[in-house]
């Protein structure tokens, strides 16, 4: 069988830059040498040469996150280019981006999200009128950021600008959002239309960290991800149908990975992220695992999946 030639692009401009650069060196590490060619790329370096090795590369795996990576950006330009990719393209990738075009997608199809306030760069609302509405603790997030980056919970009203300037640095989108004090439960997905749920995990943080930010996200042992997580079986139902609504209702391809809450029995969805973390131990990766896919095989199947994508 002929070898694959396969562009990793990782790296890029978005903040989660580091991030993408290590799931890369992972996913390089990973990747079958008998059946792939890699050559890697940074996007934010190495576009044209991308493009000028284009007609010689068979598939493109995007670990890129955020901002012109996952956004539909990238795709965009592979599609252009005519080399396929894994994962959704460029209408699911912009869709999920997005936090607030897929709460409106997520809520037309009756799925409870935290109630929430949108707010640009030129509008103006006091704690007062935000806190009346909302409830204290809130959490302020830019719309179209990921790994926790520019997200602030707010407890008490003094906090409130400092939470609205930490996510307008990232962002002249922002979202204010209640602050649901449950447990924290996430679902991958594999598949373009015919969907596998991969176990669900629960995100428990050590206790110094107030949510799952940045360095409870990236610190080892930082966080306990627990899986398959201990809910009961009609819970477990709803979160993989869930998921599963989500993956298509953005229009995602290949895999996704939905965030939920889980407070006195209802699930509040809180994003669906197209390209999940791919180092072996990042969230859908570990799922994949206690459902005997091991990450070598988890990349061959999204390949084989973006390869089947029309
Ligand atoms: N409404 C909310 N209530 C409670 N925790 C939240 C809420 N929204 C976000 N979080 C916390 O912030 C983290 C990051 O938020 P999320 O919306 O998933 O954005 P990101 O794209 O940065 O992962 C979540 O994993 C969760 O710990
Ligand atoms: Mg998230």
């Known amino acids: 069988m002929?070898?694959?030639?396969?562009?990793?692009?990782?790296g890029g401009d978005s903040p989660e830059r580091d991030v993408s650069l290590n799931s890369g060196k992972q996913v390089l590490a990973a990747l079958d040498k008998k059946k792939y060619n890699?050559?890697?790329?940074?996007?934010?370096?190495?576009?044209?040469?991308?493009?000028?090795?284009?007609?010689?590369?068979?598939?493109?795996?995007?670990?890129?996150?955020?901002k012109l990576g996952e956004d539909g950006s990238v795709?965009?330009?592979?599609?252009?280019?005519?080399?396929?990719?894994?994962?959704?393209?460029?209408?699911?990738?912009?869709?999920?981006?997005?936090?607030?075009?897929?709460?409106?997608?997520?809520?037309?199809?009756?799925?409870?999200?935290?109630?929430?306030?949108l707010l640009n760069s030129l509008q103006k609302i006091s704690a007062e009128e935000c806190i009346g509405k909302l409830r204290l603790p809130l959490i302020i997030k830019p719309v179209s950021c990921g790994s926790s980056i520019g997200i602030s919970v707010v407890k008490?009203?003094?906090?409130?600008?400092?939470?609205?300037n930490n996510a307008?640095?990232?962002?002249?989108?922002?979202?204010?959002?209640?602050?649901?004090d449950g447990i924290e439960l996430t679902c991958g997905i594999l598949g373009n239309t015919d969907l596998q749920t991969l176990p669900i995990i629960q995100i428990?943080?050590?206790?110094?960290?107030?949510?799952?930010?940045?360095?409870?996200?990236?610190?080892?042992?930082?966080?306990?991800?627990?899986?398959?997580?201990?809910?009961?079986?009609?819970?477990?139902?709803q979160v993989s149908e869930l998921a599963k609504n989500a993956h298509r209702i953005l229009n995602c391809r290949g895999c996704s990975r939905t965030d939920m809450i889980l407070k006195d029995g209802l699930l509040f969805v809180l994003e669906t992220n197209t390209i999940p973390g791919m180092t072996p131990t990042s969230?859908?990766?570990?799922?994949?695992?206690?459902?005997?896919?091991?990450?070598g095989?988890?990349?061959?199947?999204?390949?084989?999946?973006?390869?089947?994508?029309?």
């Open 283 to 295: 969230l859908l990766p570990l799922s994949a695992k206690v459902a005997g896919i091991k990450f």
């Open 204 to 237: 428990a943080p050590d206790k110094k960290y107030t949510f799952f930010d940045y360095d409870a996200k990236y610190i080892p042992g930082a966080t306990n991800e627990i899986c398959p997580a201990p809910i009961d079986e009609n819970i477990a139902m």
């Open 75 to 117: 795709q965009g330009l592979l599609d252009l280019l005519k080399i396929p990719y894994q994962g959704a393209g460029i209408l699911g990738s912009a869709l999920a981006m997005n936090k607030i075009v897929s709460k409106q997608l997520y809520e037309h199809a009756g799925i409870l999200v935290p109630p929430y306030i």
């Open 2 to 10: 002929n070898k694959l030639n396969i562009a990793l692009l990782s």
């Open 168 to 180: 307008f640095n990232y962002d002249n989108r922002i979202i204010i959002e209640k602050y649901i």
């Open 38 to 66: 890699v050559i890697g790329y940074d996007p934010a370096f190495d576009l044209n040469k991308l493009i000028a090795d284009a007609s010689d590369i068979d598939f493109a795996l995007i670990i890129m996150h955020g």
């Open 156 to 164: 008490n009203k003094v906090d409130f600008d400092k939470g609205l």
């Open 297 to 310: 095989e988890l990349l061959d199947k999204l390949i084989e999946l973006g390869r089947k994508a029309v």
